[in-house]
């Protein structure tokens, strides 16, 4: 019974992130024209951007690139869904299992992302915003682009002079732009840092 408990929480974890990601996704997709952002607050903003690679906009290979990151995801993926498999089955841990579920559903959110939003979007140019199921996709399955929207700029300025290599330089902190998904990852891993101890138990014993 736990196990089946622990196991539908996860569950429950994974459907709420998918649907908060490609809702927030889809509506910045059809609201927002490529670029355009909109200041919640100074130090919090919603910017348009699309990610074609990886963390942080790295790209390699070209399409060949792109399609083999493709598919080294779906793999991902698979294994992370075995490990949160087997994890309740094991009676693992409740943190281990809710790191396991927010890492597996913000992976799958991305994956969404670049297996069909090339064949679901069209690619409108200036200030159009994309339309959902268009006749005239704007690529094919799996190259669609990665939609983050988060963006935190906490302090934007130049760097102090005395800095080696970097003074005087403008600088932002923190100039990343992210979305859900990219979230819910970063907290599932941050609970296996923080609780390692919980969640590995026997390895640390």
């Known amino acids: 019974m736990l196990k089946s408990i622990k196991f539908k929480k996860a569950l429950v974890i994974i459907i709420l992130v998918l649907l908060i990601d490609q809702i927030s996704k889809i509506y910045?997709?059809?609201?927002?024209?490529?670029?355009?952002?909109?200041?919640?607050?100074?130090?919090?903003?919603i910017h348009f951007i699309e990610n074609n690679g990886m963390a942080w906009g790295v790209e390699f290979g070209g399409k060949t690139g792109k399609l083999f990151l493709t598919i080294f995801r779906l793999f991902a993926i698979t294994g992370i869904g075995y490990w949160l498999y087997t994890s309740a089955k094991n009676n693992a841990h409740t943190v281990l299992i809710v790191a396991i579920a927010l890492i597996f559903s913000g992976a799958m959110g991305n994956i969404i992302d670049s297996v069909f939003y090339g064949v679901i979007f069209n690619t409108p140019g200036g200030?159009?915003?994309?339309?959902?199921?268009?006749?005239?996709?704007?690529?094919?399955?799996?190259?669609?682009?990665?939609?983050?929207?988060?963006?935190?700029?906490?302090?934007s300025g130049d760097l102090p002079e005395w800095l080696p290599i970097w003074g005087g330089k403008p600088f932002t902190f923190f100039n990343a732009?992210?979305?859900?998904?990219d979230t819910a990852i970063s907290t599932g891993v941050g609970l296996l840092i923080v609780f390692n101890k919980k969640a590995f138990p026997k390895e640390l014993n």
């Not at 005239?136 to 682009?145: A, Q, W």
């Open 177 to 181: 732009i992210f979305n859900v998904a």
């Open 28 to 45: 910045i997709k059809t609201n927002f024209f490529y670029g355009e952002e909109v200041v919640v607050f100074d130090w919090f903003r």
């Open 127 to 155: 200030h159009e915003t994309a339309t959902l199921f268009s006749s005239e996709p704007n690529s094919t399955l799996f190259f669609g682009k990665v939609v983050d929207m988060l963006y935190f700029p906490f302090w």
